[in-house]
């Protein structure tokens, strides 16, 4: 299918899509073993199939009719609804047979099925494969109504070298594909359909994307050799650019020196991200750029100098524009930025870029108490905090919002801030997606983690809650980002304690009507399903990641190395019986509960057993500081309660009595769950 120039990063995922199409086609209609070949450039999307059938093959088709009560008499004549079942498949009753299914005779025949023809099956069937594509963006052309990425100006439909059927608006299918747009002019007629690859590689086309990619590959490490430099092929920049040509053509440009006074990131930025060049570094120093970069024409090596100046004038424009932005910015102090903050709102009714620096300060002090930091640390992760957010207003990042945080890093160390707080400013936006880095100080921490419960508490006060796929302001990145810190660093943190934090601290600055407990809970449930997608992608079990998340600890740390503890002695029969022992009082303390104030009275006790129970129950630790120690403590509950159970009756026909021995349960009960709900775990067998 040929079509207009389809945006880069939309071309694979729509030649899987229709590769998928191919091969569920095959499988459904029993084509054996066939090689699905997918072809892709900007201006087309292809598929050739080898290795297919001429025909399906012969089948069996098994019919159930109608229950033997209904299609025969009890004489054993064939009825009319026996009858009209044989009509209507044009098969004969003498051949039927009796199954019984669930008990229930049934009329079963079979019917020999011819295969039907290859060419027949595609003819049916590629319509559909088109109209299943997806994008995230379509259009419409001319006064048409079929929606697709790009208009369509050419379809090949070759079965071996006939054509069929097939068309997409008033474009019908032929045996003519086109070359390369400016190098093959006119049409390439394709005589097989095996002759595809090979006829657009004489056309100036590679239509394989990996042959496409190896290919510039190849002539950049030729260009390495020859020029003596290294080139950063960076995976998502070199497939951009593979799908960004038809023929390429490798090529090196220079810019002028002084622009490698820049920072590195602006450089890389304006060539990599706004121009798709590859920068250029010094083969011998590796993080040293070079005044030079490559890029690779959609074209062959005529008029390649005219090509590398145009390129080279480009980004001459841009740097020139990058460089009088820097010198703009380096005029002012970070106070100027944060000032200019002050008229950039962040959320309409909750303040402005500015107001959210205070916030995110005065959240990082918190945070910063809570993880014992020293005075030194405390003034640091604060100074951190006050200058994170003070390059959004300058022009530098308005121009490159990709550089938020590097830039203000670099301003921050030319003004001779702290190192500790120049790479703060960078890291605090760590991790921004899963499996991405940390950052690597710890007074950034509690800055990243109050950037991103302030987005969430702001959003969630605003009823900007997620739903369904759909969450434009990406807070379900920003509450994995959380547990990504909290986990990744080991930071015994309860995530209760940093809702309300992150609450009281919005609060106060914005609106001391807000229904603080209603926002709570959503934002603590909202962190708690992205704490539950952590431990299941860490491959924990469901029962186990839900005994450890309906507890009443709230430490995501402490919840991941309980889970982790569950799983190792799970399978262990002396665990299984101490669980048991411990439900059995959980269970008879949930159906009869108590007033949570009821105190046992152990001068009531008149077994031994329950003296005994209640020694071990009145030294239960208040504070389980491992898992380790949970499942000690455990143990040592096993056999006073199954004596307790044993021995003695609960439910006693005096109140007092069952009153006092339902309290141990329900001190037990208690203890349990403050940890874990122990009611959740699955073990092997059940």
């Known amino acids: 299918m040929g079509l207009e120039e389809v945006p880069a990063q939309m071309i694979q995922p729509a030649a899987e899509q229709l590769r998928q199409c191919a091969l569920q086609f095959c499988k459904n209609h029993q084509l054996g073993e066939v090689q699905v070949r997918s072809f892709s450039t900007p201006r087309r999307l292809a598929l050739v199939l080898e290795n297919l059938p001429d025909q399906q093959p012969n089948r069996t088709k098994e019919l159930k009719g109608p229950p033997l009560v209904i299609a025969q008499t009890p004489e054993g004549e064939w009825t009319k609804a026996a009858e009209g079942f044989a009509r209507k498949h044009g098969i004969d009753l003498d051949a039927a047979e009796i199954r019984k299914i669930g008990g229930k005779a049934y009329l079963f025949v079979s019917r020999n099925v011819a295969g039907q023809s290859t060419g027949s099956l595609l003819k049916d069937n590629a319509p559909n494969w088109l109209q299943q594509l997806s994008f995230p963006k379509n259009m419409r052309w001319g006064s048409y109504r079929t929606r697709l990425i790009r208009p369509v100006r050419w379809l090949v439909f070759l079965w071996n070298g006939t054509v069929l059927p097939l068309s997409v608006e008033n474009v019908q299918s032929s045996r003519e594909t086109r070359g390369h747009r400016f190098l093959c002019e006119t049409p390439v007629a394709l005589s097989h359909a095996k002759e595809y690859e090979a006829a657009l590689e004489q056309a100036h086309v590679v239509a394989d994307p990996d042959k496409r990619k190896q290919r510039i590959l190849d002539q950049i490490r030729e260009l390495e050799g020859v020029q003596g430099f290294r080139v950063e092929t960076e995976v998502e920049l070199l497939d951009e650019v593979t799908n960004l040509v038809e023929w390429p053509t490798a090529l090196v440009g220079e810019f002028d020196e002084r622009f490698l006074e820049l920072p590195p990131e602006a450089l890389v930025t304006s060539m990599a991200v706004h121009q798709r060049y590859f920068p250029v570094y010094d083969a011998r120093q590796s993080n040293q750029l070079l005044n030079r970069f490559v890029t690779v024409r959609n074209g062959d090596e005529r008029s390649l100098t005219t090509v590398q100046q145009g390129n080279e004038r480009v980004l ?213 399903q992205r704490q539950r997608w952590q431990l299941r992608e860490q491959g924990l079990a469901h029962d186990v990641v839900e005994a450890v998340l309906k507890g009443e600890q709230t430490q995501p740390l402490w919840q991941l190395r309980m889970a982790q503890y569950l799983e190792s002695v799970q399978s262990q029969p002396s665990f299984k019986l101490q669980v048991e022992a411990v439900l059995r009082a959980v269970n008879l303390s949930q159906k009869n509960p108590l007033p949570p104030e009821f105190a046992v009275k152990p001068e009531r006790f008149a077994h031994k057993a329950e003296h005994a129970l209640h020694v071990v129950v009145a030294a239960l630790p208040d504070h389980i500081t491992s898992p380790e120690s949970f499942m000690e403590t455990l143990a040592q509950l096993e056999v006073p309660i199954t004596r307790f159970f044993t021995e003695i009756l609960v439910m006693d026909e005096n109140p007092e009595t069952r009153y006092n021995r339902l309290g141990l349960c329900q001190w037990i009960s208690a203890w349990s769950l403050q940890h874990l709900d122990l009611r959740e775990l699955v073990f092997p067998g059940e």
Request: with cysteine; hydrophobic share 40%; proline share 5%.
């Open 316 to 528: 001459r424009a841009r740097l020139s524009d990058a460089q009088f932005f820097f010198d703009e910015d380096r005029k002012h102090a970070p106070e100027y930025f944060l000032a200019k903050g002050g008229q950039a709102v962040f959320f309409q009714g909750r303040g402005s870029q500015q107001d959210r620096g205070f916030r995110i300060q005065q959240l990082t002090e918190r945070i910063a108490e809570q993880l014992d930091f020293s005075p030194e640390q405390r003034q640091q992760a604060s100074r951190i905090a006050e200058l994170c957010k003070f390059d959004l207003q300058t022009q530098m990042v308005y121009e490159f919002p990709e550089l938020q945080g590097v830039m203000g890093g670099h301003y921050a160390r030319l003004l001779e801030e702290p190192e500790v707080v120049c790479r703060g400013i960078r890291e605090h936006y760590l991790p921004g997606y899963a499996g991405d880095a940390l950052p690597q100080n710890l007074q950034t921490v509690p800055v990243a983690l109050a950037d991103r419960l302030d987005q969430l508490a702001v959003a969630f006060s605003l009823g900007m809650i997620p739903s369904g796929s759909a969450d434009p302001f990406a807070l379900r990145r920003a509450a994995q980002g959380v547990m990504q810190l909290l986990l990744g660093l080991q930071l015994e943190l309860c995530s209760q304690d940093l809702v309300a934090a992150a609450v009281e601290v919005l609060t106060k600055q914005q609106n001391p009507d807000l229904e603080t407990v209603k926002l709570h809970q959503q934002l603590a449930g909202f962190l708690l």
